[in-house]
């Protein structure tokens, strides 16, 4: 038989797939993968619903449906104070995560590297690699995962093609300043290259932290591609339903590629996203309400059982230094650490390796989520009390 493809060979298993088949086999809590466990807004359901027996069930226009991106034109322009043209600027894609892929597969020829902060949403790196790019990694500084602007400027050169950017970010929770957007919009100007940014986490938001779109930086709306869905503000990851606003010579070569790709999003759900960009502020209000919260109280449950945590200005993750507890979990690294944790505490969390180029950079690190249901969270709580207590009695 032929050799299948080389690159596809150096993909492993998603590691947060993995977590969470062995935390739904031994009935555990999943704090690993970033889902919600609650409800979506009845709202939205409705919507789609609706959509559904209005017969909106062909093929959307492949780019999206013009509603949905008259909304999010406007959606851009009240929030992230970027224009856009609906028709030129923006495609309708499934999800971030198929916004990200084809805005690579237009950008990038042989030879192009792109520059990703490391640690880095797991999928950065298959990304950048299906599309043939060399990525460059730059690290953000724990605790509060502080960019060393020297290491940054190092990085770029002659081939730097764009920079991937995730603001509130997965899974610090770092949310760039504008002190920090300005310096990369700096770099990307004088090297001519693209900044990609990944805002899926744009409403949710601690502490009066203030999101910042780096295409509404001067110089940068024809460099920029932002990318965006409603997975994560509306609760909907199942949905499948992102976009990317660019340029239209940028636009142009997304919408080919995605419609090789993917053809088009659901289009129900697109109509049913239309209701979504259209709720009202309190919707938004209480959604950082809620994740408040919830990060509180995680960040409280942990730190009573020993992790050493960093503390998110953003998004719903937290991670969590564990060299105090390894000897504890009979652990010598962060996988086998969470595998114990599930074990001992029926707790899934991701290790922190995954997030990291140079795996050894997260051999002590875990990430949780807590965009999960109360009776999850407290149910977390009274197994990390009651593991705390059954530690001593070994001890
Ligand atoms: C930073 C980031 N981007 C993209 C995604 C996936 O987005 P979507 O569901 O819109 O494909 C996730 C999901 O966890 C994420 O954390």
Same mark, same amino acid.
């Given at each position: 038989?032929?050799?299948?493809?080389?690159?596809?060979?150096?993909?492993?298993?998603?590691?947060?797939?993995?977590?969470?088949?062995?935390?739904?086999?031994?009935?555990? %809590?999943?704090?690993?993968?970033?889902?919600?466990?609650?409800?979506?807004?009845?709202?939205?359901?409705?919507?789609?619903?609706?959509?559904?027996?209005?017969?909106?069930?062909?093929?959307?226009?492949?780019?999206?449906?013009?509603?949905?991106?008259?909304?999010?034109?406007?959606?851009?322009?009240?929030?992230?104070?970027?224009?856009?043209?609906?028709?030129?600027?923006?495609?309708?894609?499934?999800?971030?995560?198929?916004?990200?892929?084809?805005?690579?597969?237009?950008?990038?020829?042989?030879?192009?590297?792109?520059?990703?902060?490391?640690?880095? %949403?797991?999928?950065?790196?298959?990304?950048?690699?299906?599309?043939?790019?060399?990525?460059?990694?730059?690290?953000?500084?724990?605790?509060?995962?502080?960019?060393?602007?020297?290491?940054?400027?190092?990085?770029?050169?002659?081939?730097?093609?764009?920079?991937?950017?995730?603001?509130?970010?997965?899974?610090?929770?770092?949310?760039?300043?504008?002190?920090?957007?300005?310096?990369?919009?700096?770099?990307?100007?004088?090297?001519?290259? %693209?900044?990609?940014?990944?805002?899926?986490?744009? *409403?949710?938001? %601690?502490?009066?932290?203030? *999101?910042?779109?780096?295409?509404?930086?001067?110089?940068?709306?024809?460099?920029?591609?932002?990318?965006?869905?409603?997975?994560?503000?509306?609760?909907?990851?199942?949905?499948?339903?992102?976009?990317?606003?660019?340029?239209?010579?940028?636009?142009?070569?997304?919408?080919?590629? *995605?419609?090789?790709?993917?053809?088009?999003?659901p289009t129900p759900l697109q109509h049913a996203a239309v209701t979504a960009l259209g709720l009202?502020?309190?919707?938004?209000?209480?959604?950082?309400? *809620?994740?408040?919260?919830?990060?509180?109280?995680?960040?409280?449950?942990?730190?009573?059982?020993?992790?050493?945590?960093?503390?998110?200005?953003?998004?719903?993750?937290?991670?969590?230094?564990?060299?105090?507890?390894?000897?504890?979990?009979?652990?010598?690294?962060?996988?086998?650490?969470?595998?114990?944790?599930?074990?001992?505490?029926?707790?899934?969390?991701?290790?922190?390796?995954?997030?990291?180029?140079?795996?050894?950079?997260?051999?002590?690190?875990?990430?949780?989520?807590?965009?999960?249901r109360w009776e999850t969270l407290h149910a977390v709580a009274d197994s990390f009390r009651r593991?705390?207590?059954?530690?001593?009695?070994?001890?």
């Amino acid at each position: 038989m032929k050799k299948l493809s080389e690159v596809t060979e150096t993909f492993t298993e998603s590691v947060i797939r993995e977590m969470t088949r062995i935390c739904d086999a031994a009935g555990g %809590y999943n704090l690993s993968q970033g889902f919600p466990d609650f409800e979506s807004p009845r709202e939205l359901k409705d919507a789609a619903i609706a959509a559904i027996n209005a017969d909106q069930n062909q093929y959307p226009v492949t780019f999206g449906e013009p509603e949905l991106r008259a909304a999010i034109a406007a959606k851009a322009k009240r929030y992230n104070r970027v224009d856009s043209d609906p028709d030129t600027d923006i495609t309708v894609t499934c999800g971030a995560t198929e916004a990200m892929i084809a805005t690579l597969m237009a950008i990038i020829n042989p030879g192009d590297e792109i520059i990703v902060f490391e640690p880095f %949403y797991e999928n950065y790196g298959p990304d950048g690699r299906l599309s043939g790019a060399t990525p460059r990694y730059v690290t953000l500084h724990p605790p509060d995962w502080r960019i060393d602007g020297d290491e940054l400027a190092a990085a770029f050169n002659q081939r730097t093609k764009a920079i991937i950017i995730n603001t509130p970010n997965n899974p610090t929770g770092k949310v760039y300043s504008r002190a920090e957007l300005e310096m990369i919009a700096a770099l990307c100007q004088r090297w001519d290259a %693209y900044a990609v940014t990944d805002e899926i986490y744009e *409403h949710i938001l %601690y502490d009066g932290a203030e *999101h910042l779109s780096i295409a509404s930086l001067p110089g940068m709306q024809d460099r920029t591609v932002t990318i965006n869905s409603i997975s994560k503000t509306y609760s909907v990851t199942g949905w499948r339903v992102g976009w990317a606003i660019a340029a239209r010579p940028i636009t142009q070569r997304i919408r080919k590629v *995605h419609d090789f790709l993917t053809v088009g999003a659901p289009t129900p759900l697109q109509h049913a996203a239309v209701t979504a960009l259209g709720l009202p502020d309190e919707y938004y209000e209480g959604l950082r309400a *809620h994740y408040s919260e919830a990060r509180d109280f995680l960040l409280d449950v942990l730190q009573e059982a020993g992790f050493s945590v960093s503390i998110p200005r953003g998004a719903y993750y937290s991670i969590a230094d564990v060299s105090a507890l390894m000897p504890a979990f009979g652990a010598n690294d962060d996988f086998t650490f969470s595998r114990s944790l599930i074990e001992k505490a029926r707790v899934a969390t991701v290790p922190g390796s995954s997030f990291y180029s140079d795996r050894g950079m997260g051999r002590t690190q875990v990430r949780f989520c807590f965009c999960k249901r109360w009776e999850t969270l407290h149910a977390v709580a009274d197994s990390f009390r009651r593991l705390d207590a059954l530690e001593k009695v070994r001890s």
